[in-house]
């Protein structure tokens, strides 16, 4: 994937081992305030999810066995197209998540809840949902330089705001599919066609099953 920031700076690079994502922004006032937790994730949550804070304080022996145990309670939920991600750092926004897991297939949706800071992500295949779930309990995925913790949400969809499909909604960020390019599509590119509409804030390339991009503006 290749990123622009315009008018700042790169987000920072950490870590060793893993799967490795930085924070692409602060949050703002407006996803701050993003719908809560379902209820049927509040049902989930409380039946036993693994507290991220319990399994960072333990060690060692004690490590090994927590992560065997989330491992065992993750499949404990059937099997949902829906992965339920928590342990995320508040600066992660929908695109981190999007750069991290679509190595795993094909995201049709991210809804967050940035004050629980965890997250549903909906793959269009319950083969794509399966393998993050079964590579999050065997190895580390980090988001924003924080592990993430999966497993399946008790919901098969995600539900969609009322204006989802509202041609007319408000929304600050383009998605852009360029098929058939006759020459290399950079973020310089697109902020050469992008930026003469409007003041372009930043620009993200994903370069897997063809080119899509996100432009996004104030």
């Known amino acids: 994937m290749e990123e622009k920031e315009i008018g700042g700076e790169e987000g920072g690079k950490g870590g060793k081992g893993g799967f490795y994502r930085s924070a692409k922004r602060p949050r703002t006032e407006e996803e701050a305030g993003a719908r809560d937790l379902e209820e049927d994730e509040e049902k989930e949550e409380e039946a036993g999810s693994t507290d991220e804070d319990e399994v960072r304080s333990i060690d ?9 145990d989330f491992v065992k309670d993750s499949h404990l939920i059937p099997p949902s197209p829906v992965v339920h991600v928590r342990g995320l750092c508040d600066a992660v926004v929908e695109a981190d998540l ?14 967050m809840m940035p004050f629980k800071r965890q997250a549903l992500v909906e793959f269009d295949s319950l083969d794509s949902a399966e393998n993050c779930v079964t590579c999050g309990g065997s190895e580390p995925i980090f988001i924003a ?5 999966f497993n399946f949400s008790t919901s098969q969809r995600i539900t969609r705001p009322t ?12 998605l852009l599919s360029i098929q058939n390019p006759l020459y290399p599509i950079s973020t310089d590119v697109l902020y050469t066609v ?7 804030l930043r620009i993200v390339i994903f370069k897997r099953n063809g080119i899509q991009a996100m432009v996004e503006y104030p």
Do not use: H
């Open 98 to 111: 999007v750069e991290a897991l679509q190595t795993f297939g094909k995201i049709c949706y991210v809804m």
């Open 145 to 149: 330089n924080q592990q993430a913790f």
């Open 60 to 68: 060692g022996r004690s490590r090994r066995s927590a992560k065997k």
């Open 163 to 174: 204006n989802a499909d509202d041609p007319t909604s408000k929304n600050k960020v383009l």
């Open 194 to 200: 992008c930026n003469p509409v409007g003041n372009v």
